[in-house]
Nanobody, 121 residues
Framework: QVQLVESGGGLVQPGGSLRLSCAAS????????MGWYRQAPGKQRELVAL???????TYADSVKGRFTISRDNTEKTVYLQMNSLKPEDTAVYYC???????????????WGQGTQVTVSP
């Protein structure tokens, strides 16, 4: 089983910064990609950023230039550096990982419990 533990959420003022962390642990063979999703009240969950094992990154248009995703493959940890935060960034942020349990298993998606990010004056 793969477990994802998130940390770093909290309350910040507009224009502030926050850094989210997600650590993967448990029994798995490899992690192919990791990403961050968010869900605001009254809205559907959306992709914020993702990074592949090769280091390729993808960002939602709404966060380009403000957010940066990075990954530590050795430590199985992914980070999301959030700068110039806006009230519309307020949401629960979820970590996602695509991983294989064994060398002969197919890849599956795993999710963290979520961490609250609130941007308010």
């Amino acid at each position: 089983q793969v477990q994802l533990v998130e940390s770093g959420g909290g309350l910040v003022q507009p224009g502030g910064s926050l850094r989210l962390s997600c650590a993967a642990s448990g029994l798995f063979f490899s992690i192919n990609a990791m990403g961050w999703y968010r869900q605001a009240p009254g809205k559907q969950r959306e992709l914020v950023a993702l990074i592949t094992s090769g280091g390729s990154t993808t960002y939602a248009d709404s966060v380009k230039g403000r957010f940066t995703i990075s990954r530590d493959n050795t430590e199985k940890t992914v980070y999301l550096q959030m700068n110039s935060l806006k009230p519309e960034d307020t949401a629960v942020y979820y970590c996602n990982a695509e991983a294989r349990r064994t060398v002969v298993s197919r890849s599956l998606d795993y999710w963290g419990q979520g961490t609250q990010v609130t941007v308010s004056p």
